[in-house]
């Protein structure tokens, strides 16, 4: 039995704008991103992260203060609500050039090389080129796309469903919880720890509630947006360095062993975000889908299936006689099961449920790869095709 299994690939599509198009594209991310921290003192202000709430007061002040179309509007709010998804212990600052998420309401293909996209200055038809990809498969392109800026060019992140196969057949599996305590732990025992990384991060967390007290109506706010700015950037590439090494070892284990690794769907990983307080910057969904998406990617290379599976009580059931219950959990990172009385570490449990639930039949799937840091878009799912 071989598996076909879904993969979404980000392609990097080329913007080539004219110095009159460069300048409405430049408008649009700052006032983009001018209304995310209007938005987001709001929000943070009147502690308000849901999306419905926070549109009915913002909407009409975006569109006007900052003249964005409605639909640009909408994105601000969902853009905002979900950073606060990861954190809500301080007020996000956005930078000048945040990527700006677009939907096909306000942003088309016009044939293989125009995009037809919504500025502050109205709708402008740009050229683009869809350099080493031959073409774009139009027809697989799944919903939103990022609208990104590096080294002052402009690119289109587009997600692209791939079918791929994976080359080993597995004839074992192996769970991996993606901790509270530790970074991972899998189901045979193993855990990756994330002692290094989080030091530094309790460390810059410190650092900016300082810097953000100071940061906001304030004079200094440009000098303190910097340097929040710089100190994330060293913190993610230490976070992303972290996972990096985890994310490999991980995969070469499950190669080593014949095994297809499972993991939870990232909806629950975001639902249990919620850790003791002062500790909740440092689990953040951002850390986590980053994880999730390098072990991914590195199993796809390594021709290794990846299963996700349904998240919810990974933490409360048993996996020896299957109570579900909250009890099971008397402590945060101690499980005893109240029917069998089977105990053991809550994330290490975690994983073994992680991989029986996997082991009952799951379709096999692979998540998308997003490189750039902004926080994640709504969880990357896809779906089997073969078997
Ligand atoms: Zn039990």
Known sequence: MSYIYI?????????????????????????????????????FEKKL??????????????REKFNLAAQLAVRVIAKVVETYKADRTTFHVFRDF????????????????????????????????????????FERIRGQCDLVRKNKLFYLMVAVETPEEAIIKPENIMGVDMGIVNIAVDSTGKYYSGDQINEVRDHN???????????????????AKRHLKKLSGKERRFARDTNHVISKEIVH???????????????????????RKGKRYIHNSWSFHQIRSFIEYKAREAGIPVIAIDPHNTSR???????????????????????????GEADYIASLNIRNRAAVSQPIVAGAIFDHIDPPAASQRASAVGS
Do not use: W
């Open 98 to 137: 945040g990527s700006i998420v677009y939907d096909p309401r306000i942003l088309s293909f016009k044939g293989i090389d125009q995009i037809s996209v919504s500025t502050v200055h109205g709708r402008i038809r740009i050229p683009m080129t869809i350099g080493k990809y031959r073409k774009i498969p």
């Open 205 to 223: 967390a410190d650092l900016r509630s300082r810097l953000q007290a100071v940061g906001y109506n304030h004079a200094s706010r440009k000098s």
């Open 317 to 343: 059931e048993c996996p020896i006689c299957h109570t579900i219950s909250k009890k099971n959990r008397p402590e945060r990172s101690q499980f005893r099961c109240i029917s069998c009385g089977l105990e």
């Open 253 to 275: 284990k499950a190669k080593g062993t014949s095994s297809a690794i499972a993991i939870e769907n990232l909806d629950g990983i975001r639902m249990r975000t919620t850790v």
């Open 49 to 62: 992260y849901n999306k419905v709430f926070l549109q009915r007061i913002v909407y009409r002040d975006i």
């Open 7 to 43: 993969v979404l690939k980000t392609l990097q599509i080329k913007l080539l704008p004219d110095e009159e198009q460069k300048q409405a594209l430049v408008d649009t991310f700052v006032a983009f991103n001018e209304a995310c921290d209007f938005a987001s003192k709001i929000a």
